[in-house]
């Protein structure tokens, strides 16, 4: 790469005395949705009436007060959708929709056309205003632009003059405010709003980041820079339209607001041209995870999502933060085994303190499962909430290393990720269903008690048909109850001796479908210990099945 002076650093303004790294994020903006028309416009096949109709009930469904519904007089489609709207009466009467023109007389018109018989209008009108458009593309000096609007302006007002019983609002954004000298940005947005009049609603100026050139914290002085020398500031609702040609877009609408903007406009999930719009849905939950209402619901965030994709046909990346599939996931074994923790020992009205989990995901409609998932960077933390999670089973504290390590071979063996299905055919091959070198083929038990009352100890007699290592045994042995008795048993063969020196029990399953699962762990002669795990409808069949476990285990 050569750089010979092609590219320039970007000229910050000259702010002193700023007040915005100081303030705080206290309360959500005015939200409005650009989906329908910015969004709409970079999709490869831009949605139809009906797919645009199902999008913007979702927007409703939302909670979007203000919502772009498209570029009227740009296609047939875009009118007939407003028209719509408005004929079958689809808009609800606490949300505003909004419509985007250029400041030519024939498309003013056929806007304010397709907008007749609405209750509550924006009509947002645009022209660029940067040196290189002022250049290239209108071939006009600053004081020829600044004419140009103010004709412009005037032709929407005497456009809309024949609209009647409608609640009317004017937007105003100069295009590429961000690469447009600041002073003359202030100079034309004073003028818009003395044109439009003090007797209406406050005109809302938009300052489009069409094309993102900045670092954040220059774009907040930006900000701020023009809100303290428009003369006009009173009269208007200050409005951000960030682009993410840097990836910043977040970032610049976060310290944006802290500059003194009031409004935002974006899309669900970023979509837009080229790099994307601002993501709204980044935003909100960002103020949710610091104790703000964003006044949006994204409490069924996958829902949406899904439905984001179905009507656009863009896919979400697994990293998007808060909807992608991977956004709640850990892979790393030390994070597994932090969420993991917290997760069993919090209690549901602590303040949310989960380790590398910014938010709850239940509060957006997402479960617990894939939160962890199995490579072969994992450890026993995943291992051990999959288990749980998804099947049930709670092993001890103490035997989580050794499932960690038999779980993390066979990822690094097949390389790749394990499924929850992958994890729980590791713990049945090494744990459930082994039967060599120890095979149990059939244990009938006799139950000798006391005299009622008394003081005799109950009595088991266990006869075991077994085989170990390929002889094939037959023994009776007692004990103070079935697993005693088997320990007896398995004494009386040339398996090692051990002992059991842990031991452990939960049921899994409800009703009829109740098991018992059992873990013991067995310490030998020659001072090794094994893990053994045992599944059986009988409590005491379960820790014998434990014990044949141990015993067959092999790293």
Known sequence: ????????????????????????????????????????????????????????????????????????????????????????????DDVTIQVLCPFRKEFIEKTVQSIKGAKNVIFHAYTAISPAHRKYNFNKSEDEMFDFIKE?????????????????????????????????????????????????????????????????????????????????????????????????????????????????????????????????????????????????????????????????????????????????????????????????????????????????????????????????????GGAAYILEHEFGIIPPKAMLPVIGREVKARADELQKELSPEDVYNVFSEKWLNTKYPLNVFEITEKHIEGERGGSGEEHVAATATIEYLGKRYVITASGNGPLDAFVAVMKRTSAPLFNITSFHEHSIGTGSNTHAMAYVQLTFEDGTTKWGVGKSSNVGRAGIAAVVSAINFEE
């Open 152 to 380: 412009g302006v005037h032709l929407v007002k005497d456009a809309v003059s024949s609209l009647k019983n409608v609640n009317l609002t004017f937007e105003f954004s100069p295009e590429c405010f961000s690469q447009t000298e600041p002073d003359y940005s202030v100079k034309i947005c004073d003028m818009v709003i003395k044109e439009w009049g003090k007797d209406r609603n406050k005109v809302i100026i938009n300052l489009p980041v069409t094309v993102e050139s900045s670092m954040p914290n220059q774009f907040a002085d930006l900000v701020e820079y023009f809100s303290s020398r428009l003369v006009a500031r009173s009269e208007c609702v200050l409005s951000l339209h960030n682009h993410n040609d840097r990836g910043e877009g977040v970032a610049d609408c976060e310290m944006g607001l802290l500059a003194g903007a009031e409004r935002v406009e974006g899309c669900l999930f970023g979509n837009g041209e080229r790099t994307g719009n601002l993501d709204i849905v980044n935003v909100a939950l960002n103020m949710y995870t610091q104790g703000i209402d964003p006044g949006l619901d994204f409490s069924n965030l996958m829902e949406l999502s899904e439905n984001f994709t179905r009507l656009t046909g863009m896919e979400l990346s697994g990293r998007l933060p808060y909807a992608g599939e991977l956004a709640f996931t850990s892979f790393s074994g030390s994070h597994q085994d932090a969420i993991n923790k917290a997760l069993k020992l919090r209690k549901d009205k602590d303040v949310w303190d989960v380790p590398y989990l910014i938010i709850d995901p239940h509060d957006i409609g997402r479960e617990y499962q894939g939160i962890i998932r199995i490579n072969s960077q994992s450890g026993k």
């Open 1 to 92: 790469m050569k750089l010979a002076g092609k590219y320039r650093p970007y000229k910050a303004v000259s702010l002193e005395n700023r007040t915005w790294p100081s303030k705080k994020i206290e309360k959500a903006p005015v939200w409005c949705s650009v989906d329908l028309r910015d969004g709409n416009q970079a999709l490869e096949i831009p949605m139809g009436i009906e797919q645009k109709l199902e999008y913007f009930k979702m927007l409703v469904k939302t909670g979007f007060k203000q919502i772009e519904v498209g570029f009227p007089s740009s296609s047939d489609t875009e009118y007939e959708f407003v028209r719509r709207l408005i004929e079958d009466n689809l808009i609800p």
